[in-house]
């Protein structure tokens, strides 16, 4: 195996003396093993074994690991899966360090009849040597994630729990630690509680939420979702006016100590007919009113006193789909589109940037905050192509907006604050 060629094989290998597969156990044995890494002996076992191919999962030692961080220098990791039972599993890993105490994860997991669970652990004694960056002294994670999923009165229903804590805010940095439950990136803590229930024309969604950010280290590094709740219905289904949709979110947010913000956000979405030309244009009229409500404390940039805002928008999207078969098993589609779009009324200063792309610029809302609405009179060109044959698909789509003037209180970072967007 050439590992030096486009790294398709492992850096490492191992050889021996003499190989048996017994059938029976559906186990590999092997005599005088030589464990290699690119190349280089690195360690020598007398006697080695392991499942064959066609065994699902087995107790035992996992294929070890080396790696170098800067902070910590070099680790070894040598990870044990212990299959308890046929729903139930647990992967042991104890990373031994050539210049600190082992860090020791444990990884169970669980599934019962509808639902699963995962419970993510680590502890090290720490350090052993500190410095001005880095301190001594005993670290910890757990993280449990529980998901259920149940049918009852013909609704479909999911129960989701997730429990995330950590001894140290520079903990899962240092020891880059990487699992199904835990990322060494993440600069926030989530713990939350949810619930939904979805029925044929309607669904409801309740959560609460606690963040907690690690850039912090105070009290206001906390910040409180309770409750986040969401109830959409289909009110009005028929083809003589189209679908008529209704979406409202209750929101308490709470950051910062003293910073509260109250939401109540209705938006209702109307979406009338297709229309089919007989030169193969398709087009449909659509719209959506938002209504909003807010009352906030000690946040910047909204009203003190309790708000109640309303904004809409009107659309009409026009494409006509244009086909030209190569063969029988290939197929190019291109797809021009074009959307007028006209929202009156003012819209607020938008805070975030959010930018547009192929997948939301021939939305009729744009603006990247939910309680807020892009105004004003415009125009988005734009196509869709695909290349479509048994192999394989190969497809992208471009679009620009043109706006009739400068909208300033949308964010320089999307581009619709001018009268030409980018194209994306």
């Given at each position: 195996c050439n590992y030096r060629d486009g790294d398709?094989?492992?850096?490492?290998?191992?050889?021996?003396?003499?190989?048996?597969?017994?059938?029976?156990?559906?186990?590999?044995?092997?005599?005088?093993?030589?464990?290699?890494?690119?190349?280089?002996?690195?360690?020598?076992?007398?006697?080695?074994?392991?499942?064959?191919?066609?065994?699902k999962r087995r107790s035992g030692f996992l294929t070890p690991s080396f790696?170098?961080?800067?902070?910590?220098?070099?680790?070894?990791?040598?990870?044990?899966?212990?299959?308890?039972?046929?729903?139930?599993?647990?992967?042991?890993?104890?990373?031994?360090?050539?210049?600190?105490?082992?860090?020791?994860?444990a990884e169970y997991r669980q599934?019962?009849?509808?639902?699963?669970?995962?419970?993510?652990?680590?502890?090290?004694?720490?350090?052993?040597?500190?410095?001005?960056?880095k301190d001594t002294g005993k670290r910890s994670h757990g993280f449990l994630k529980f998901v259920k999923n149940f049918k009852k009165n013909n609704r479909s229903n999911e129960f989701e729990l997730n429990l995330e804590n950590i001894s140290n805010r520079k903990y899962l940095k240092t020891y880059k630690i990487q699992?199904?439950?835990?990322?060494s990136e993440e600069n926030t803590l989530e713990n939350y509680l949810k619930f939904s229930s979805s029925g044929e024309n309607d669904f409801f969604g309740v959560e609460a939420t606690v963040f907690e950010s690690l850039k912090k280290d105070n009290s206001e590094k906390y910040e409180y979702i309770l409750p986040n709740a969401t109830y959409s219905k289909n009110i009005i289904n028929g083809d003589s006016i189209g679908y008529i949709d209704l979406t409202s979110n209750f929101k308490v947010r709470?950051?910062?100590?003293?910073?509260?913000?109250?939401?109540?956000?209705?938006?209702?979405?109307?979406?009338?007919?297709?229309?089919?030309?007989k030169n193969g244009l398709k087009s449909k009229i659509f719209s959506e009113i938002k209504n909003v409500n807010y009352d906030s404390k000690?946040?910047?940039k909204l009203k003190t006193e309790q708000t109640s805002e309303v904004f809409g928008a009107l659309g009409y999207l026009s494409e006509i789909d244009f086909y030209k078969d190569i063969d029988e098993d290939n197929r190019?589609?291109?797809?021009?589109?074009?959307?007028?779009r006209y929202a009156p009324g003012i819209m607020k200063q938008e805070t975030d940037g959010g930018r547009i792309n192929n997948l939301n610029i021939f939305n009729l809302n744009r603006a990247s905050s939910k309680d807020n609405f892009e105004n004003g009179l415009?125009?988005?060109?734009?196509?869709?192509?695909?290349?479509?044959?048994?192999?394989?698909?190969?497809?992208?789509?471009?679009?620009?907006?043109?706006?009739?003037?400068e909208n300033k209180k949308m964010s320089s970072e999307s581009s619709l604050n001018e009268k030409l967007s980018d194209f994306v």
């Open positions: 398709k094989c492992p850096p490492w290998e191992f050889t021996a003396r003499e190989m048996n597969h017994d059938v029976a156990k559906k186990t590999i044995y092997y005599d005088n093993v030589l464990i290699k890494i690119y190349n280089v002996p690195v360690m020598y076992l007398p006697y080695f074994f392991h499942p064959d191919p066609t065994v790696k170098s961080v800067k902070s910590l220098g070099a680790s070894t990791t040598i990870p044990y899966f212990y299959a308890i039972n046929d729903d139930k599993d647990l992967t042991i890993s104890n990373k031994i360090f050539m210049e600190h105490h082992p860090l020791v994860l599934a019962f009849k509808d639902s699963n669970l995962v419970v993510d652990l680590g502890y090290t004694e720490g350090l052993k040597k500190s410095d001005a960056k699992t199904d439950l835990v990322n709470n950051s910062d100590t003293n910073k509260t913000e109250k939401t109540l956000i209705n938006d209702f979405s109307w979406n009338y007919k297709d229309f089919f030309f000690n946040i910047e190019h589609l291109l797809t021009p589109k074009i959307l007028l415009s125009a988005t060109l734009g196509f869709d192509y695909e290349i479509d044959n048994k192999e394989r698909k190969f497809s992208f789509s471009g679009g620009q907006v043109i706006n009739q003037k």
